[in-house]
């Protein structure tokens, strides 16, 4: 028989596989292996167990903290240490000092194309599809003779992390110093021809680009501006420190306002000094000085010929808005001109065009007068008080008070003899006749008064016939005491109904008295305004304040009416009404 290969089952592989794997990776600690953890180091921090030691033999401090002690999972550290925090030796941290060759190796020059060189440009150290030379007419394959040098190949042996990723490897800050020699160079160049071109022509002109050579240099900063240069951001400050604060301007707390915020005020803070002459006028000065309200005024002519159908723009034709607007002013102003002309020529009055000036019209003379605090004139005439143009102060008729300053129930009068006749002659403080003060009304009012009455005295009469008729039950009833009980629970029902119906009776007579009342009050009012003093022939537009009504207190009726009639806009269902 031949013996093949031994086979083991794919169990067996598996459980071998499980118990490697076991072995490789870290067992998870039980809660018993903490709290022993715990123990120790708190036993370490107190002295009383030994201290850790690391692979070197030295003691770790117990109270360094954790994320100092413990070594980054990358590390692959076996037990405690703190070599990953003391400093790493060249060999272990990598070659980062050492710099490697680049660009062309110029110490070998080859002539010929090698076999497995770059078909385009014949170096060896790349194919055609990685060369970075122009395609060539001529191949150096196919060229008999060729000028090419390889480059440095540097060898990918990168020790650590940083060593693979160093941006300046292999970098000799020595070739930094040709790029510097090169431009003091060419800058010496120039100044060397600027000279030359001021001796040959000493009234040449010289550019911007050549003279201000400063123009955009960073170190030089604008006034009241900052700079960063390695920024590149302006950042604006305050003010500038020389000027004076325009809340310096003036002091007094009622003058312009000045907004903090915005570091503006817009307001002369000295109105008493001319704008011309102020040395800051506000910053509105710039907004209505020079061209700006002219500038307005045209933008303003250029919309309204717009809307009128002239096609004309400001931006795009400033000069044929100009004309039109001169034009325009122009014949505004003889359109002018000849309505005055032909108003004057139909009217006259052209001598009262001839006014003086207004200087000779104002009222101001050289007279001094001096003031005190308090406003008193202390040397000097007063000004006389502003006087309106009616007449003040004009008594009349031996009146020592004027018309309208006596007022009662309705009626304006003199107050000093409480005169309600305008222009009567006064006779002193006699009561005149049917007055009686809060008491006083007019004509109307006293009628429908009269008419009150005349309803209450009725009421009163009808009340007492009805107590009379109801006293006259009881004594029939009491004669009649003889009766059996049953009569008398009959009378009694039947003086039930009886009461019922007069309550009914009144309620009627009631409602019937208010409403002649109520006519007999319209009655009264058209008869007052109807027996009024107002003429018939007079204006409406002349007529006195208040003379179609008068003003008196309602009566309690009026008050009851009102209240029945005014409407309650609290009421939810006033909606549905």
């Not at 009455?453 to 009725?458: D, G, P, S």
Request: a negative charge.
């Amino acid at each position: 028989m031949s013996s093949g290969p031994i086979r083991t089952p794919v169990s067996q592989i598996i459980h071998n596989k499980d118990d490697q794997d076991a072995e490789e990776e870290p067992k998870k600690k039980s809660r018993e292996d903490w709290r022993k953890a715990k123990e120790l180091e708190e036993a370490r921090k107190a002295g009383t167990a030994p201290a850790a030691v690391d692979e070197e033999g030295r003691d770790i401090n117990p109270h360094i903290p954790q994320y100092i002690s413990n070594a980054p999972w990358y590390y692959g550290s076996q037990g405690p240490t703190l070599k990953h925090q003391r400093p790493q030796h060249e060999d272990e941290r990598g070659q980062l000092d050492n710099r490697a060759p680049k660009g062309l190796d110029t110490t070998r020059l080859v002539t010929k194309f090698r076999k497995g060189a770059c078909e385009n440009c014949g170096a060896m150290t790349h194919k055609r599809k990685d060369c970075l030379e122009r395609p060539r007419k001529v191949q150096a394959k196919y060229a008999e003779s060729i000028v090419v040098h390889d480059e440095h190949i540097v060898s990918d042996a990168s020790i650590n992390y940083d060593e693979k990723r160093d941006r300046w490897s292999s970098y000799d800050p020595a070739n930094h110093r040709e790029i510097i020699e090169e431009y003091e160079k060419v800058e010496e160049a120039k100044r060397q021809l600027k000279a030359e071109k001021l001796k040959n022509d000493p009234d040449a002109e010289i550019s911007d680009e050549e003279g201000n050579e400063d123009k955009y240099v960073d170190e030089v900063d604008m006034p009241g501006t900052k700079v960063d240069s390695k920024q590149r951001i302006t950042v604006r400050n305050l003010r500038i420190r020389e000027d004076t604060a325009k809340y310096l301007r003036n002091l007094d707390p009622n003058s312009a306002y000045y907004d903090p915020k915005t570091r503006s005020m817009r307001d002369n803070p000295n109105p008493a000094v001319p704008a011309e002459e102020a040395e800051f006028a506000g910053e509105n000065f710039v907004r209505f000085s020079g061209d700006t309200t002219a500038q307005a005024t045209a933008q303003l002519f250029a919309w309204e010929a717009h809307g009128k159908g002239v096609d004309v723009h400001l931006l795009a034709e400033p000069t044929k808005l100009e004309l039109l607007q001169k034009e325009y002013e122009q014949k505004k102003e003889q359109f002018k001109s000849s309505t005055k002309t032909d108003i004057v020529e139909k009217y006259g009055g052209e001598e009262h065009l001839q006014v003086p000036s207004k200087s000779l019209l104002l009222a101001q003379t050289e007279e001094y007068v001096e003031y005190s605090r308090s406003g008193k004139v202390i040397k000097g005439i007063e000004k006389p008080k502003a006087r309106s143009i009616y007449e003040e102060d004009v008594y009349i008729n031996n009146h020592t008070t004027i018309w309208g300053s006596y007022w009662n129930a309705g009626r304006w009068g003199y107050k000093c003899c409480k005169s309600f006749i305008k222009n009567s002659y006064c006779v002193g403080m006699q009561e005149p006749e049917g007055y009686s003060e809060g008491t006083m009304q007019p004509p109307a009012a006293v009628a429908a008064s009269e008419a009150l009455t005349r309803l209450q005295e009725e009421e009163h009469v009808e009340e007492a016939t009805v107590e009379s008729e109801v006293d006259s039950a009881p004594s029939s009833s009491s004669s009649e005491e003889e009766q059996p009980v049953e009569e008398t629970k009959k009378s009694k029902k039947k003086s039930k109904k009886r009461e019922k119906k007069k309550k009914a009776k009144e309620q009627r007579k009631n409602k019937k008295k208010h409403k002649e009342a109520k006519e007999k009050e319209r009655e009264a009012t058209t008869s007052s305004r109807s027996s009024k003093s107002v003429p018939e022939e007079l204006d409406d537009r002349k007529r006195p304040y208040n003379s179609m009504y008068d003003v008196k207190a309602p009566t309690e009726d009026e008050i009851e009416e009102w209240k029945k009639k005014r409407t309650r806009t609290e009421d939810p269902m006033l909606q549905f009404l």
